[in-house]
């Protein structure tokens, strides 16, 4: 069986520090790509960062670039989402996601790719 599941979030002054983490069981991320989500109350859900497997390519949205960074542990099935510099408006439910693809980063976040599987999220709240 295959899931993801999020930890790390909490509530942190603006300014500071979160590391979140994603750990995949059920299968290993050699030709996966995992996909950072946020979704705050009333608004779309954005594509934070990802990382493909395949080339170790990242991307990340302009909200977040320059403060995020992406990371694996492929020996620990573990991706980890540093958040440095964090705002009020960083504010949301943190997603990761799993697709099986070989694309690039960039090329499956700009392209809306489907993902095929969902942790069940960890809320990040910045406080001003």
């Known amino acids: 069986e295959v899931q993801l599941v999020e930890s790390g979030g909490g509530l942190v002054q603006a300014g500071g520090s979160l590391r979140l983490s994603c750990a995949a069981s059920?299968?290993?991320?050699?030709?996966?790509?995992i996909g950072w989500f946020r979704q705050a109350p009333g608004k779309e859900r954005e594509g934070v960062s990802c990382?493909?497997?395949?080339?170790?390519?990242?991307y990340y949205a302009d909200s977040v670039k320059g403060r995020f960074t992406i990371s694996s542990d492929n020996a620990k099935n573990t991706v980890y989402l540093q958040m440095n510099s964090l705002k009020p408006e960083d504010t949301a439910v943190y997603y990761c996601?799993?697709?099986?693809?070989?694309?690039?980063?960039?090329?499956?976040?700009?392209?809306?790719?489907?993902?095929?599987?969902w942790g069940q999220g960890t809320q990040v709240t910045v406080s001003s």
């Open positions: 059920g299968f290993t991320f050699d030709d996966y790509a």
């Open positions: 996601a799993a697709v099986l693809t070989t694309a690039q980063a960039m090329d499956i976040m700009t392209r809306r790719r489907e993902f095929d599987y």
């Open positions: 990382f493909s497997s395949s080339d170790g390519s990242t």
